[in-house]
């Protein structure tokens, strides 16, 4: 089946840095989305990804939809300690219309 | 804000026992989805609806398992009878087919 390999696992930063974490797939999707999930919460949409080689920002978070249509990146400048939580990519590919494939997640700390 | 409302937040059952969570999607959008999570496996998809229908169940154990949109205010995903492996976070989530979906807060449960 369909999968998402999400990377890093997870990361230990220093306030005020920058973070970047990706998600490559085998398949080619026509969607990518980056959610964000706090303790006990369900995953909050941060930004929706629909074309190849698409650049969005929403406000200090940064994310393309790779040329290839395979992979897709998130990038967090100058991280606050609010940025902590779990970081989740989804994949919607062409063949399954509107199912929505999730990676592993990845663990953001912050250390103030 | 709208949001998608589930219930029970948390629940508590014996093995064998019947469990039915709840789910009011918001109004108007067409596609809802069931995730279960957990630490091991992650964001798994269980089932999905468009309008409705049942597009996809191909993630849930048919035997216990059951989802169903008796109207389109409300979903339902049933187990029964409930095992201890069952334990997790279910969530749902709505949205308009092609485009970012809004996840509900959990129901989390607990099979002793």
């Known amino acids: 089946g369909q999968q998402l390999n999400q990377s890093p696992q997870s990361m230990f930063i220093q306030e005020g840095e920058d973070v970047s974490m990706n998600c490559t797939s085998s398949?080619?999707?026509?969607?990518w989305l980056w959610y964000k999930q706090d303790p006990g919460e369900g995953p909050v949409l941060l930004i929706a990804l629909y074309k190849a080689g698409e650049l969005t920002s929403n406000g200090r978070l940064t994310a393309q939809f790779g040329i290839t249509r395979k992979d897709s990146f998130l990038n967090i400048s100058a991280s606050i300690p609010s940025d902590v939580g779990i970081y989740f990519c989804?994949?919607?590919?062409?063949?399954?219309?509107?199912?929505?494939?999730f990676g592993q997640g990845t663990t953001l700390q912050v250390k103030p | 804000d709208a949001r998608v409302t589930q219930t029970p937040r948390d629940k508590v059952t014996e093995m064998g026992q019947e469990v039915t969570m709840r789910c009011q999607p918001i109004?108007?959008?067409?596609?809802v989805f069931w995730y279960r999570q957990t630490m091991m496996q992650g964001l798994e998809l269980l089932a999905y609806?468009?309008?409705?229908?049942?597009?996809?169940d191909s993630g849930m154990p048919k035997d216990r398992f059951s989802a169903e949109m008796p109207d389109a205010t409300l979903a339902t995903l049933k187990i029964q009878p409930s095992e201890p492996r069952d334990s997790a976070v279910y969530f749902c989530?709505?949205?308009?087919?092609?485009?970012?979906?809004?996840f509900g807060s959990g129901t989390r449960l607990t099979v002793v």
């Open positions: 989530a709505s949205g308009l087919s092609g485009y970012g979906y809004t």
């Open positions: 989804a994949g919607r590919s062409s063949g399954n219309t509107g199912k929505l494939i």
């Open positions: 609806f468009r309008n409705r229908a049942p597009l996809d």
């Open positions: 398949s080619i999707f026509n969607t």
């Open positions: 109004l108007g959008h067409n596609t």
